[in-house]
């Protein structure tokens, strides 16, 4: 260790001298205010020291500011692509390009996952960006209900409150009376939301259609025994109706603009055989219907895109799914 002792008017000027004689790295081990001898001036004494081993020490040179910034930026847009697509790091060239194009349209890491899995299972690699969205919406199940049936049919129309069974209901049965001309019965079983079924007889009145009021469970049961003249039979019930009837099959409405969350909850809350959309006439993500509708093998029908009746009700179909899929992407 080498120790230098100097005076100095003040201790600024001490520390610059410091610095000159034994470097930047010195440390100062006392000061003392002490007078000149020949000038009688106050000044200052310093004690500084320099480990020799230290000093020897190459310096590294440091890195720009623009260096270190672009070295951060880099750092943290990894950190946004591994939480933006937890998936790219495990999948070769020929997946990730798969991967990102589902990504892009809006499916879920949970629903990804599987399909590329099967994809590569299936040595099927080559597959185009077209090819392999249509094979994904191929897996939905899609049925037809506005078909003339031969048997008398009878649909519930199910699902939460405000989400348009009413007026779902009535756009399927004007359908079936002008295109198939079934003879078609309404039976309003809503029967905690007062004046529902008022109303729906009033739509029925002004759209020609036969309406029938249940206010029990064994009321709406002697109608449908009882009614066996009509060849379609429409039931509205109400969001809380638990009812169960063999000869029925429950069609669940379900507003497309919900979170999957939302959509798996009304799923398991309502027993039902077919699936409908409301609220393609407003802003929604199709891609959690569409992951929920194959993931859990379940039947679409149709959708609504709007308040007129008949007019703003379509069946599902390959080429409209698809269009909805590519334009939330």
């Known amino acids: 260790m080498r120790i230098k002792k100097i005076i100095a008017e003040n201790l600024s000027e001490g520390k610059v001298l410091i610095k000159k004689e034994l470097g930047e790295d010195a440390i100062i081990l006392s000061t003392r205010n002490i007078k000149n001898s020949e000038t009688g001036k106050d000044t200052i004494e310093i004690v500084a020291a320099i480990d020799e081993k230290i000093k020897n020490i190459p310096k590294v040179e440091s890195k720009s500011r623009t260096e270190v910034q672009e070295i951060e930026k880099g750092k943290i ?29 809006g499916f879920d890491e949970t629903f ?43 649909y519930g129309f199910v699902g939460p409150s405000g989400v348009g069974k009413s007026s779902t209901l009535l756009k399927f049965a004007v359908i079936h009376k002008i295109m198939n001309s079934s003879n078609v019965l309404v039976i309003g079983a809503n ?15 002004m ?46 409405i379900l507003p497309v603009n919900s979170t999957k969350n939302y959509l798996l909850t009304k799923l398991n809350e309502y027993s039902s055989s077919y699936i409908g959309l409301t609220g393609l006439d407003e802003k929604f993500e199709i891609q959690p219907i569409i992951e929920l509708l194959i993931n859990k093998n379940l039947t679409f029908c ?9 007019d703003d009700i379509e069946l599902a179909d390959v080429s409209g799914i698809k269009k909805m899929i590519l334009s939330n992407g």
Do not use: V, W
């Not at 590329?116 to 969205?133: G, R, V």
């Not at 249509?134 to 078909?147: P, V």
């Open 77 to 105: 847009d990894s950190l946004i692509e591994s939480i933006n697509y937890p998936l790219l790091r495990y999948l070769d060239n020929n997946l990730s390009e798969k991967y990102l194009y589902l990504k892009k349209l």
């Open 112 to 154: 990804i996952g599987p399909s590329l899995q099967a994809l590569s299972k299936s040595n099927n690699l080559d597959i185009s960006e077209n090819d392999l969205l249509n094979s994904i919406i191929s897996r939905i199940k899609i049925e037809n209900l506005f078909q003339k049936r031969i048997s008398r049919k009878i």
């Open 191 to 205: 029967n905690h939301n007062f004046g529902a079924n008022d109303l729906l007889a009033a739509y029925c009145k």
């Open 207 to 252: 759209l020609d259609l036969n309406f029938e009021k249940a206010g029990s469970e064994e009321e709406l049961n002697r109608l449908i025994e009882n009614k066996k003249a009509y060849d379609l039979i429409l039931i509205d019930f109400d969001s809380k109706s638990k009812y169960t009837n063999t000869n029925l099959e429950n069609i669940l």
């Open 302 to 310: 149709f959708y609504t895109n709007g308040s007129n009746i008949p």
